[in-house]
């Protein structure tokens, strides 16, 4: 559910984006102007604007059409239930509020900042640091690309109320005939699921044997930002509890606004060994359909514990036994517990991730939580009963020529969850009693007591677990090169590099040494196992999943791997990461020890008038572009 996210990523990806052209063979060449930058923000990093005229009594701010609603702060301070009002869609059909509705808005305009103003401005930005870097670089306004959603909808939604997904294909054929070249999509969070998404619907506008044609025509590379490949856990806790994402609300208005939104469940768990039939599938196979769309498990499924993910993420103490037998999957489970019934006691569930998305648990808290039937004919109706895609089931690699996956680990982060009956009415009914994280590879309680759990060999990035982000691992060949660099500028001294790393399937874990006084940046890199498709998975040392587009570090990296790209020399599949020097004015320091500005290879002092210290004055040489050929 963590979608708000600034993102200057892209401007390094953009600055090289119109440096480029692409040859017949699918490579760059070399050309200025070839290439576009499509953008897919992630959840709640579109501002949405009023499309009706609504009176707020009380208030002296009242809705007009084009005022902001996502995110006014103003309003939402002095006409909450206006707000409300403006935001809130119907849990069944989607449809707006009978006195107020709200439409995404359009442009770059619209994922720069959520909130634009002195104050709250630089709290809310998004996008506006990025498109800052554009502007330094001279890169053409014609070659950015935003493509804002509703993030309230679910996938279906979007295309029947606001055809996203036509005006999405659009988009690239539009870019391609402006630019003469493919694009290069940058998605974030959710926004990594609105584009799988697309990848499937385009199956079934496209003749089968152009498909794969029109994809490397439109589009060069694909760089997934923090995307929950297998869901999030903090998604059941905002829909059990709230998830305020620091608003003045309180936890049940925010339960009650997201929980009206079909998108709330776009970002379930799901289990990694779980797969359900598409509509259209058996269609084309000649199979008719017949009912509900099902889960087909593998065996491992069953014999392994949690649904392969480190712990069960939902445990709730249901407080009677009415409603148990209607539900004859968690029967088994009540049964262990009769006990503890019999003297009136409530009964403690688990529910792993495979429970949560094929409805179980919805299903079983249905007679306590007036939520959960709204909640479960959604996850029928859009999700499950999807025609073109159940999103609820594991990621195959999307068939685009270069894929890198890119997220940060190694901080906490919550994966499971303990519920009980809070004694207030719903919204308020359920409490959190316990919370579970994985911590750089070990499950805690938040008591700080050791759990026990599958734990990976990592932790995730503060909003998803690692076991979902690391997914695309999956995607890597059976022989992976692996390089372990520093994230701080280096001389190549300390990178580890290990090569032709076995691969079959399950996470790697490279046998490399690691200071805990510095953050690294470990790449998985694999050209071979999939011919003129490359495939490298990036993780992050304690980079955040709302900054990590901030981070320079990764911005300096997709830098030079598409200069990389673009430069007819290169040796490489992949940018070398022998070393590392700057590659901007803004990495360049003074060094008071020796007095002269550091890294003299790449900078030098060269005031400027309005320089205040010597730090400001040291940049990078004028002839630094010959030391990039180091990186080819």
Not at 512 to 528: G, P
Request: one cysteine or more.
């Amino acid at each position: 559910m963590r979608g708000f996210c600034p993102s200057p990523l892209a401007a390094t990806l953009l600055l090289v984006l119109l440096q480029c052209s692409v040859s017949s063979a699918g490579q760059f060449s070399g050309d200025s102007s070839k290439l576009s930058g499509i953008i897919i923000p992630g959840f709640a990093s579109t501002q949405l604007r009023a499309w009706s005229i609504l009176d707020c009594p009380y208030s002296p701010l009242d809705f007009n059409p084009l005022d902001l609603v996502w995110l006014d702060t103003r309003k939402l301070l002095s006409a909450v239930n206006c707000w409300l009002k403006c935001m809130w869609l119907d849990p069944y059909n989607q449809t707006d509020h009978p006195e107020c509705k709200s439409r995404p808005d359009s442009g770059l305009s619209a994922i720069t900042e959520l909130d634009p103003g002195y104050i709250t401005g630089p709290l809310s930005s998004v996008w506006k640091e990025w498109i800052k870097w554009c502007v330094e670089f001279g890169i053409e306004a014609n070659a950015i690309i935003a493509v804002p959603y509703d993030w309230r909808l679910s996938p279906s939604m979007l295309e029947e109320r606001d055809l996203y997904f036509h005006k999405l294909k659009l988009t690239f054929e539009t870019a391609r005939k402006l630019r003469g070249g493919p694009s290069i999509v940058l998605a974030h969070s959710l926004g990594n699921h609105v584009f799988r998404y697309f990848l499937e619907w385009l199956k079934l506008e496209i003749p089968p044997k152009h498909y794969v044609q029109w994809l490397d025509e439109h589009i060069h590379a694909y760089f997934a930002v923090g995307a929950p490949l297998l869901g999030s856990s903090q998604t059941v806790k905002a829909t059990l509890s709230g998830d305020t994402f620091g608003l003045p609300i309180s936890e049940g208005t925010a339960r009650l606004l997201v929980n009206s939104f079909a998108s709330s469940l776009w970002m379930l768990p799901f289990s990694k060994y779980c797969r359900s039939d598409n509509a259209y599938w058996k269609h084309f196979s000649g199979v008719t359909r017949r009912g509900h769309q099902t889960y087909h498990c593998e065996e491992q499924e069953f014999r392994s514990n949690f649904s392969g993910m480190p712990t069960n993420i939902i445990n709730i103490e249901i407080p009677s036994i009415h409603g148990f037998d209607a539900y004859p999957s968690v029967s088994e489970v009540a049964e262990t517990n009769l006990s503890r019934m019999e003297c009136g006691l409530p009964t403690q569930l688990s529910f792993s991730a495979r429970e949560i998305a094929d409805g179980t648990f919805f299903k079983a808290i249905e007679d306590y939580d007036p939520d959960s039937k709204r909640l479960l004919y959604q996850l029928e109706k859009s999700y499950h009963g999807d025609p073109v895609l159940n999103p609820l089931t594991p990621w195959d690699r999307p068939p685009i020529k270069n894929v890198y996956c890119v997220y940060g680990i190694d901080l906490k982060t919550e994966v499971g969850y303990y519920f009980a009956p809070s004694g207030k009415p719903y919204p308020d009914n359920w409490i959190i009693t316990d919370v579970i994280f994985e911590v750089e590879g070990s499950l805690f309680s938040r008591s700080g007591d050791l759990v026990e759990g599958n734990a990976g060999a990592a932790s995730g990035d503060e909003a998803v677990p690692y076991h979902s982000l690391s997914w695309c691992k999956n995607w890597l060949g059976p022989k992976v090169n692996i390089t372990r660099a520093p994230q701080s500028e280096h001389d190549g001294s300390d990178v580890q590099v290990e090569l032709n790393v076995e691969h079959h399937g399950e996470d790697i874990v490279p046998n490399m040494t690691r200071s805990t006084r510095t953050k690294y940046i470990t790449f998985y890199e694999d050209s071979e196992s999939i011919p003129g498709r490359r495939t490298a998975v990036w993780e992050l040392d304690k980079a955040n999943h709302r900054n990590i587009v901030r981070s320079p570090v990764l911005m300096r990296e997709v830098w030079l791997q598409m200069w990389h790209d673009i430069h007819p020399d290169a040796k490489s599949n992949f940018v070398t990461k022998a070393k590392r020097g700057p590659l901007r004015d803004e990495d360049c320091y003074w060094d008071y020890g020796k007095a002269r500005c550091a890294w003299p290879e790449y900078c030098e002092y060269r005031y400027v008038f309005g320089d205040v210290h010597l730090g400001q004055s040291c940049r990078v040489k004028n002839s630094s572009s010959d030391l990039k050929l180091h990186y080819l």
